[in-house]
């Protein structure tokens, strides 16, 4: 089932696209669109709809904020529809020449994602018609992701910095110290609204954001103590009383758990 939503606040568009294969979707991806600049592509399972959906906008520029497949899923068919360049930072750039391979759970959630190449890397700040938008290096979830920020406005575009204030699985790269000192570092910015690309906060996004940053600090403690104590990364699961989610671990062949969070702790640490 594939479901959509727009979103209109002030002159951004937010366009969300859910895909599941079996019943409603629970996980969704939001693109935006704004004074020319379309921001990220969505997933290459609901290609067609996307397509249609945005077929009618003056799309000038696109600028990826990571490498994952929820973002990177329609480069081709936009780029082949609107003759754009397509922008995003130079590690995003460089990864998508070979990008890391996906996993079962990922392939029949998000779809497939196809190396591109002709990603033009830029560093600090893309430019619209009426809109400079800040480019901020905000690694963790993914070693090349990216906000943009527009300072007049007070808009920020958190890709997946945010999500949710609990997350229920990690991908197993990603660093859980990264994430907390991208947080702090966003928290210090001026803004009143966070166009996250799954879930965006149009009221209170610093809260929001303080809630994801105190779950991340106190897991980060509490495994750090109890490895130092020398337990290994099942009896500190025990230990925490945590519940895995197996059919997302199960599908995913490991790619997506819990126990992943306890592991990139333990690979900050050391
Ligand atoms: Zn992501």
């Given at each position: 089932m594939i479901t959509t939503e727009e979103l209109t606040y002030e002159n951004v568009k937010g366009y969300r696209f859910g895909y599941s294969p079996f019943g409603k979707p629970n996980l969704s991806t939001y693109i935006y669109f704004i004074d020319g600049l379309?921001?990220?592509?969505?997933?290459?399972?609901?290609?067609?709809?996307?397509?249609?959906?945005?077929?009618?906008?003056?799309?000038?520029?696109?600028?990826?904020?990571?490498?994952?497949?929820?973002?990177t899923g329609n480069i081709i068919p936009l780029k082949e529809r609107f003759q754009c360049p397509i922008y995003s930072s130079e590690k995003c750039a460089e990864m998508m020449y070979h990008p890391p391979s996906i996993s079962f759970a990922q392939k029949i959630t998000w779809g497939e994602r196809e190396v591109y190449h002709d990603l033009i890397p830029i560093e600090n700040e893309i430019k619209t018609k009426h809109h400079t938008f800040e480019i901020i290096k905000i690694p963790g979830h993914a070693i090349d992701m990216v906000a943009l920020y527009e300072p007049t406005q007070k808009w920020l575009f958190s890709a997946d910095l945010y999500i949710n204030s609990y997350?229920?699985?990690?991908?197993?790269?990603?660093?859980?110290?990264?994430?907390?000192?991208?947080?702090?570092?966003?928290?210090?910015?001026?803004?009143?609204?966070?166009?996250?690309?799954?879930?965006?906060?149009?009221?209170n996004p610093k809260q929001k954001l303080t809630d994801k940053l105190n779950f991340l600090e106190s897991s980060f403690h509490s495994i750090t103590e109890l490895h130092h104590k020398g337990l290994d990364q099942n009896q500190i699961f025990k230990t925490l009383r945590w519940k895995e989610n197996w059919l997302v671990k199960f599908l995913s062949g490991g790619a997506l758990s819990k126990m992943n969070l306890i592991k990139a702790v333990i690979r900050d640490v050391e």
């Open positions: 379309l921001i990220d592509t969505g997933q290459s399972k609901v290609r067609k709809v996307l397509l249609d959906k945005v077929d009618h906008l003056p799309i000038e520029q696109i600028f990826i904020t990571h490498h994952h497949e929820d973002h997350i229920g699985y990690f991908l197993n790269s990603e660093s859980i110290a990264q994430q907390i000192s991208s947080i702090k570092k966003i928290l210090a910015y001026d803004f009143k609204v966070m166009f996250c690309s799954h879930n965006p906060q149009l009221e």
